[in-house]
C-alpha cells in the first residue's frame, strides 16, 4: 500500500506583505481562487488567513473571511483551517474572531509564546507599496507573539471541546511539543494528534534538517504513535525541507503564507505551483496524495457539514 501524504496549503499568511510578491493574494476572490487553484493541483487542507481587500494588511475581521470561505467551500472538498495565530499584533480574541464564527474542520493552534522576527525582511526593500508594511514589520523587533498556557486552553475548549474543530499544532521549537506532551498527558488533546514542524521563523528553530530530525525524534520519544507530523520551511528552504519531511515518513506544508519563492530563488507565482511541485515529488518517492476525505478519516475530522458559511 502506498503512503498517503497530506499537502496543506497556506495561500497568504500575515508575514509577507504586498511589496514583496505581486502573486500574494489579497482580496477575497484572489484568496478564493488561490485556495481553489491549490485544492485542484492536491492540496487536501487549506490554511486560511485575510487581508484587509483595500490594504492587504493581515485581518482578522470576520467580514473578511466570508469573501472567500463560501466561495471555497462550494467550489472544493478540501478542509478548511482557519489561523488562529492571525498576526503577532493582533490581541488573542481578535485572533480567534474568525474560527468562532466559522466553526472549521480544523484550526492552527500555535504551541508558545515566542518572538516571531520577521523585520529583517524590510532591509530588501525601499519602497513599498503601502505604509503599514515597514512599520508591521519593524513592529516585530519589540512584540511578542503571544501564546500562554491559559491562551491555549481557551482555544482548546472554545474550539476543540465546543466547536468540534481538531488542530494543526504549530510547534516552533522543541519546547512546543513538551508543552503538547503535556497536554496529552492531561488529556486535554487526544490522538490523533497533527503536529506542524515550523522551521525557518526568526526565533523558532532555522530550516535545517538537522533540526527537523531533532523534532520528529523529540516528538517520537513525547508522543509516540499519538501523532501524525507535518513539516513546513519557511523561505527558500521550502521544497527542500518538505522533501526531507515525506522522506522521514510526514505530511507537509506549503503555500505563499510561508515562501514566496522557488526553490531556484524566483518569485512563485502561486500557492498552486509550491502544491504541484510537492506533489510531484511526494510521487516520485512512491507515495500518494491524499484526498480530501481521506484526510477526514486519518485526523477524526467533524466532516464538512457542520461548518458555518
Ligand atoms: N505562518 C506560519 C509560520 C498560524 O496561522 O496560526 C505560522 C502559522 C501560524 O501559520
Ligand atoms: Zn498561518
Redesign the pocket.
Known sequence: MKRKVIITC?VT???YTPTMSPYLPVTGPEIAKASIDAAEAGASII?L?ARDPETGKPSANVEHFHGFIPQIHQASDAVLNI????SSLMSLDERLAPARHIKPEM????MGSMN?GIFTLKDRFDEWKHEWEPALLDATRKTIFKNTYEDIETILSDLGDNDGARF?F?C?DMGHIETLAYYLRKGLVKAPLYV?F?L??MGGAGSSPENLMAMKSTADRLLGDNYHFSV?A?GSNQIPIATLGVILGGNVRVGL??SLITPEKNLATSSAEQVDRIKTIIEALGHEVAKPDEVRDILSLKGRDGIRT
Open positions: 497556506a499568511g500575515s508575514i490554511h488567513h489561523s488562529t495565530g492571525g484550526c492552527s493552534l500555535n516571531f494543526e504549530e516552533y506542524q515550523v525557518g521563523v513546513l519557511a503564507e510561508d
